[in-house]
């Protein structure tokens, strides 16, 4: 009765009853395609019509009629909960996710996620149990996970300039979370929907807000992205990134890698490799091949020229080929990479610098082979990979990520960070955090709360009971109870309880 009762209040809200199953595998359109077509620009445009921005969603998948009455409401639900010039994020988040080949849930949870406005509460129109009721309990319990992470971000932007402290102490909260979910998809849905908020922020007037959160983006969610092997959204972060931080240096750089003269000489090779390839003899039990070429990311060759001190001309691998194989099984299928290789250095001239990450795989699971080919006095990067190895590239691999707290990043500048933080919110600077200071702390990120609610907190912070939060309290709840409880999206229980 209470479910139904919850869907009367949101009459639009009623998927299927199994659409939360599916996960959509068929493969995404092209994302050029898609960007450049005239639908897909139209329903970014900030006249677009909620029918018609649904319209362009349902072709991004062929969903069953379940999946796509729930995306559907999903989308209502959001579109009229964000600002207008937010409502594209709708589009570029679901874009991202369903390029990641997301499950339904996620997907939802992406659309109604989207935008500066809360999960839940009053400004969501949107409250737990209604979730559950229309979604399912996947997708409540994915929307209670980003809303913590949107009270980390929030937390982390109202406590001044990014400082390498503060980029330890952000990856080691964003892990935490992650550590005490259930898997990573909350947070991949989280980064699909900064990397859409970011990419709006390149196309629209820039500013300070701008900036920080350009910082914020490559410091701190492309190198989440690079942890869990999401190459695309770390791409998309860092490229969005670039644009508001150095929009003139980008625009050079696109021209110059991505001229029609660098185009050229790309594809050629391309052909040239392919031709190699499948006119051999060689490469025995091959089921599929694939090979592409492109120029090298405006961001990762400013990024090298500076780190290196290098001129553009002397950056060597300003263009890439990738070769992408199958074969009946796996082992096969790596001695296929090899004798790739052993073609590719008969047919051009292979430097002596060649990285194996097959046999030697990076940390967060990367795995392929790197190596560097001169054709025509024109250096190329070439990375040979099997079909396993690029989907785990492309789309990452969750079984890789591991919370090493104390390990993985620098605790002692993180430590200094979380006293930056903690100053902030000790308003009258007596070293410790009171009732009203911890009430002004939850509106910050978002969430009105009583002070009876706030004294509920106060009470499992509060580890010597003098009704305050000290600095060694306030850091040892950072990466436990604070912000699922300062999000709002759990209800502290009493230690009489």
């Known amino acids: 009765m209470a479910a139904d009762r919850q869907r009367e209040e949101m009459p639009y809200l009623q998927p299927g009853s199994s659409w939360n199953s599916f996960r959509i595998l068929s493969q995404a359109p092209e994302r050029s395609r898609l960007e450049e077509s ?25 969903y069953p009629p379940g999946c796509a009455v729930a995306l559907n409401a999903a989308v209502k639900h959001r579109w009229l909960h964000v600002a207008k010039e937010e409502r594209r994020s709708l589009l570029l988040t679901l874009w991202q996710l369903r390029s990641l080949q997301a499950s339904i849930p996620a997907l939802v949870a992406g659309a109604l996620s989207v935008g500066s406005a809360p999960v839940f509460g009053r400004a969501a ?18 929307l209670v996970e980003l809303q913590q992470f949107a009270a980390i971000e929030l937390t982390l932007r109202s406590s001044g300039d990014l400082s390498p402290g503060k980029v330890d102490l952000a990856m080691s909260l964003f892990t935490a979370q992650k550590a005490q979910s259930r898997s990573t ?4 849905v989280f980064l699909a929907n900064q990397a859409a908020e970011l990419r709006l922020l390149s196309m629209a007037k ?22 869990l092997g999401l190459g695309r959204i770390k791409d998309e972060l860092e490229d969005a990134a670039f644009e508001i931080l150095h929009p003139e ?87 296929l990479c090899l004798e790739v290789r052993s073609i590719l250095a008969e047919l051009w001239t292979i430097r ?26 024109q250096p190329f990067e070439v990375q040979i990979r099997t079909e396993e190895m690029h989907r785990q590239a492309e789309y990452g691999s969750c079984g890789h990520w591991e919370y090493k707290a104390g390990k993985t990043f620098a605790m002692s ?23 009203l200071e911890l009430q002004r702390a939850l509106q910050q990120v978002g969430v009105e709360a009583s002070l009876d609610e706030v004294s509920d907190m ?33 209800r502290p229980r009493k230690r009489s309880e």
Not at 270 to 280: D, I, M, P, W
Not at 281 to 288: G, P, W, Y
Not at 293 to 320: C, I, N
């Open 206 to 227: 820039k500013g300070p807000e701008a900036a920080q959160r350009a910082i914020l983006g490559t410091k701190v969610y492309a190198a989440l992205a690079n942890l």
């Open 413 to 435: 500048k993180a430590q200094g960070a979380g006293a930056e933080i903690f100053a902030g919110l000790d308003v009258d600077g007596d070293g410790r955090i009171d009732k």
């Open 125 to 142: 129109g949107l409250e737990r149990k209604q979730v559950e009721a229309a979604f399912g309990q996947a997708v409540a319990t994915l």
């Open 352 to 377: 002596k610098k060649q990285k194996d990450y097959i046999n030697n795989p990076k940390a967060n699971g990367y795995r392929s082979l790197h190596l560097v080919a001169e054709r025509d006095g």
């Open 185 to 188: 998809e909350s947070l991949i």
């Open 249 to 335: 240096e980008r625009r050079d750089l696109r021209q110059l890698l991505g001229g029609p003269e660098g185009e050229a000489l790309v594809n050629s090779a391309v052909h040239e490799l392919q031709e190699a390839l499948e006119n051999g003899q060689r490469l025995k039990d091959l089921s599929a091949l694939r090979v592409s070429g492109r120029a090298k990311s405006p961001y990762s060759t400013w990024k090298k020229m500076r780190q290196k001190h290098l001129r553009f001309e002397e950056v060597l691998d300003r263009a890439a080929i990738r070769v992408v194989l199958d074969a009946p099984t796996a082992e096969r299928a790596e001695e």
């Open 38 to 62: 005239e639908a897909f620009q139209e329903a970014m445009g900030l006249e677009a019509t909620l029918p018609f921005v649904q319209t362009v969603v349902m072709s991004l998948a062929p």
């Open 458 to 490: 106060m009470e499992v912070f509060d580890s010597d009971g003098d009704g305050t939060v000290d600095f060694r309290e306030f850091w040892k709840a950072l990466v436990t109870t604070w912000f699922p409880l300062v999000s709002g999206t759990h």
